[in-house]
């Protein structure tokens, strides 16, 4: 791992489980890695395959989806259609000569900030080991066709 490397990470929240378990770790003062911005989206079943890529040609070296435990999503399914979207895109960032490691999903309730803490750890954990995706992303949109 290059201890100087320090993973931008791109997390997907959902505004009613998600989100909620990221300000509520903020309030109760839990502490957890800087690397991860955070964008509130109403459900990840918002969440298009394009949006995962585009955090990837902007730069992030991994994309955190967040949402709502499974069977407990405000839009219902939300959670199980972000679900198969996560692993399409998978299937992309592999051809595209990416690792499908930088990008997760996890399901996290409103009140486990604790657990919503640990996931962002070994995120980023499991992103610096990765490495930047700066070298190895060049035509990710050229190579795959996905946007
Ligand atoms: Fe949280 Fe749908 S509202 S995943």
Known sequence: MNNNFEPKIVAFCCHYCAYAAADLAGSGRLQYPPNIRIIRSPCT????????MKAFEAGADGVLVAGCEEGSCHFKEGNYLAKRRVNTTKQLLLEAGLEPERLRMVNVSAASSQKFVEYVRDMVETVAKLGPTR????????????I
């Not at 079943?45 to 995962?52: A, N, P, Q, T, Y």
């Not at 070298?135 to 996905?146: F, L, M, P, S, V």
């Open 135 to 146: 070298n190895k992303k060049t035509t990710t949109k050229e190579k795959t066709g996905a």
């Open 45 to 52: 079943g918002r969440l298009e395959i394009d949006f995962f």
